[in-house]
C-alpha cells in the first residue's frame, strides 16, 4: 500500500465518511491538531526521567487521543463504520492519575515559570497544544455524546500534563521558578 494517494493535491481531504473538505477546514485543523499533542506526548513519554507509571499513563493517552482524532475525522452527519469510543471512565482515569500526582506536590499558591529542563519545558508545550487542540475542537459546535466526552477529555489532559510537569520537577528536585508579577 502506497502511502501517498495524491487525492490532496489540490487541498483537499476526505473526512471518515466520505466527504470532501478543504485541508483549512476547522475539522481537519481540529484532528491535525490533536495529532500533533500526540507527538508531544510521544516526546515527554520518551524522556528517560518518565517514571514506569507516567510512562503506561501517557501510553493510554496516546491512544485516546487515536478516538478522539478519528472522532474529530468524522463527518458531522457520521458513518457507517464502526469507530473506538470514549467513555467517562476515561476521564475519571485522568482525574485519579491527576489525584495520585498532586498527593506529593506542594499546594499550588504562585503561577510557576515553564522550564526547568527540558522534560519539563515539553509537558508544558504538551499543556499547550492540549488547550489549542480544545479551543479548536469546541468551535465545531458538536452536540453528541461523544463529542462532549472528548470536550472534558482534553479539558482534564491540559491539567495531566500541568501536573505531570509538577510532579517531574519534584522527583528531578528541580526547583519551580514561581511568576512575580511587576507592579
Not at 68 to 82: E, H, N, R
Not at 157 to 182: C, G, H, T
Request: include cysteine; hydrophobic fraction near 35%; charged fraction near 30%.
Amino acid at each position: 500500500m502506497k502511502v501517498y494517494t495524491k487525492t490532496g493535491d489540490a487541498g483537499e481531504t476526505s473526512l471518515i465518511g466520505g466527504k470532501r473538505v478543504s485541508k483549512d477546514d476547522l475539522r481537519i485543523d481540529s484532528y491535525g491538531t490533536v495529532d500533533e499533542l500526540n507527538s508531544w506526548i510521544g516526546l515527554v513519554r520518551d524522556h528517560e526521567e518518565i517514571a514506569k507509571d507516567q510512562f503506561d499513563q501517557l501510553i493510554e493517552i496516546q491512544d485516546r487521543l487515536f478516538t478522539i482524532g478519528s472522532l474529530l475525522a468524522t463527518q458531522p452527519d457520521g458513518t457507517k463504520m464502526k469507530l473506538p469510543l470514549l467513555h467517562e471512565s476515561d476521564i475519571e482515569f485522568i482525574e485519579k492519575s491527576i489525584d495520585e500526582m498532586n498527593e506529593s506536590l506542594p499546594p499550588m499558591r504562585h503561577f510557576v515559570l515553564p522550564g526547568g529542563k527540558q522534560i519539563l519545558s515539553h509537558c508544558h508545550i504538551a499543556r499547550c497544544v492540549c488547550r489549542r487542540a480544545e479551543r479548536l475542537a469546541v468551535g465545531l459546535h458538536d452536540e453528541s455524546e461523544q463529542y462532549k466526552i472528548a470536550m472534558k477529555y482534553l479539558n482534564r489532559l491540559s491539567d495531566y500534563l500541568f501536573v505531570l510537569s509538577r510532579k517531574i520537577a519534584r522527583d528531578l528536585k528541580i526547583e519551580e521558578i514561581q511568576w512575580k508579577p511587576r507592579v
